[in-house]
RNA sequence: CGGGGAUUGGCGCAGCGGUAGCGCGCACGGUUCGGGACCGUGAGGUCGUGAGUUCAAAUCUCACAUCCCCGACCA
């Protein structure tokens, strides 16, 4: 390729509101411009890393198995309402119809697709399991996008879907797909830690997110550094016994000051750590209306997600308002542990952990102290609903630490979750009787993971491509082009590279100085770069791109030692 | 969706009631030529949109739109 014929040149500026390394550096070497917030032109040289990537994770799908395939992108919406991923809360799903009033779903993901097109088939047994994956622009109206390309409102998505007959066979399929996703990603230099997550509105009980730890990164989690990596979202902690050796005392209700109203206020006034009091917070379900009280140990907060979890209300919790606590007979600060009729109790594990807790029917100037889970009052069940913090201790023993990444694929275990929601999902087994199936799904997103290579590998002037997924292999500098001698010389090197197949962008412009020239090689990253002027004679002066130091070759090194 | 900021040529910005400017980039000519050179000439803008105030609005007022940042939300 020409340079001075690319379309998408470099320029010396990024846009004032670019703030993040891979922004700035993609817009001013000319990989990327943008429409409308959210949404991108890949210019030629972007394209040409997101054809590289899409290479190497087609090249590991296809050798896990796995089949490419291509859905619409105009999902018919009744696909959706099967499902009720239409009322999903927080998923604004983009909508379109056509003019004979037929409405779509602008597709942000293809379960319902995939298992559409798989039951036109009914298949057997004998057929299962499969994957099939494709790669197609994804639409997500998402509220605010950000960080140039690190989150759009519309990208390519490589998205795998898989069919099993059992658990135990997804199970193999689970784990072909964890491998594969850790090779594409090493392939493509990106070391990805492999957390724990939460599911969503996708549905499903487990899934896992390959995350690129980042300091810009939007996805927050906690390791302990060994075997434990989890999403705040769900991860799990030891709850330490606060008070073994203390003994069981009789509960009591005793009068307390007026001043006494907010926790800081008991820390006061008991001289006693937080944990030794019982903590107790008001949701309700959007959908009924229902009040949900979650009563947890003092020092601990409630985690939303697994709270809804465990009540089966997937995004459909919200803050009780005061209209609410007034109507269940009481105010804020006045919640009791127990006996608010009408209302739910889910207690966390934590409440097992401490003898004697204070507090749990508060009033105007009494509460009751030596209070026991168990003995005192239960709630509907125990389960863990606390949100983990640094610091904590994992259930493995060591300490959490929080860390921040970037989100490039992740992995869902489905199950049922499609298949018994969507009429005729179903294979024949055996017997010929008729079988859900065991369904996983698998994403990656190409600008996503493009942008990560570009946070992780670039310096003060530029880009620095691994190889693997550069535009192009060399980076040809010819100088002095107005001497007819090196003119001949740098063009031949052209030819002689091009007829051996390698990918090369040649700065073939006149007009432009050297440092000019050399400034934008850097910028644009390509590994190798060559200089061939008067200064290099007969020879071909190379340099990869993150060192420093050049070294004088011949056409025929150059040949035999990087082609 | 809450809070903050912005919108003037392709990009970066100045101007803040009285003739729309600068730097970069672009085009042409010339001098340069190994780390973003220099001189000269030139093209390019109904100052986000719509109302209003005023003799006069890029500038003041209001509304709307778009974009950015923080948060909430979110595979």
Known sequence: MLYSKLFGKSVKKAPSDATLNSHKLLYQAGFIRESTAGRYFILPLGQLVQLKIMDIIRKEMNQSGAQ??????????????????????GFELMKIKDRRDFWFALGGTAEEMFVDVVRKFRPSYKDLPFNIYQFSLKFRDELRARGGLLRVREFIMKDAYSFDVDEESFRKEYGKMWDAYIKCFTIMGLDTIVVESDNGYIGGEYCHEFVVESEI?????????????????????????????????????????????????????????????????????????????????????????????????????????????????????????????????????????????????????????????????????LADIALAKEGYISESGNKLIGKRGIEVGNIFQLGYHYSKRMKNAVYVDRTGKERYFYMGSYGIGIGRSLAAIVEKFHDDKGIIWPESVAPYKFHLVGLDLEDEEVSKKVYKVYYVLKEKGQEVLFDDREDVTAGEKFADADLIGIPHRLVVSKRSGDKIEHKKRPEKSSELISIDQLVSSFL
């Open 217 to 381: 990164g939007e996805t927050t989690f906690l390791t302990d550094g060994k075997s434990y990596n989890a999403h705040v979202d769900v991860a799990k902690f030891k709850r330490e016994e606060i008070n073994p050796n203390d003994e069981i005392k009789t509960f009591a209700i005793i009068s307390q000051p007026e001043w006494v109203q907010t926790m800081d206020d008991n820390l006061k006034h008991y001289k006693l750590p937080k944990s030794r009091f019982l903590k107790n917070v008001v949701y309700k379900k959007r959908v009924n209306n229902e009040i949900i009280i979650a009563v947890i140990r003092g020092d601990l907060d409630v985690n939303k997600i697994k709270l809804e979890h465990t009540v089966d209300a997937v995004g459909q919790l919200e803050d009780a308002s005061e209209i609410d606590l007034k109507k269940l007979g009481t105010k804020k600060g006045y919640v009791h542990s127990w006996g608010h009729k009408k209302a739910r109790y889910i207690g966390d594990l934590s409440l097992t952990t401490v003898k004697n807790f204070i507090g749990g029917q508060k009033e105007k100037t009494t509460d009751s102290i030596n209070v026991n889970y168990g003995r005192d009052f239960n709630c509907e069940k």
């Open 68 to 89: 490419e395939m291509l859905s619409p992108v105009l999902h018919p919406l009744s696909l959706w309402e099967e499902t009720s991923r239409t009322k999903t809360t």
